[in-house]
């Protein structure tokens, strides 16, 4: 059983990625299959999204031979990645609250 994510944690997700280290299309993809199922087909328009967001930059390096495009993250970007953060950690506690079982005694009717 897999959970699905939203477009704000795929975007939450790959900012941090590239947040450590430039980084190019398909290594962001192997990150990311780490912890989702993920093609790079999908990966791809969410890259597009954060450039045109400002959230990324692009520049082109050579690779054997061929040009491989690299990302790199904005100090946009940088804000918009601790705000999803903060976000993340808000909704976090809720979610465990619920799904571990945190904080049901108060929960119960005596």
Known sequence: MGFSI???LLDAMVLSIVQ???TYGYEITQYLRKAVDISESTLYPVLRRLQKGELLETYDKEFMGRNRRYYRITP???DSLEEYREEWRSHKKKIDSILLNEGAESNEQT
């Open 76 to 78: 946009q970007g940088n």
């Open 20 to 22: 450590n280290n430039d």
């Open 6 to 8: 939203n477009a704000g």
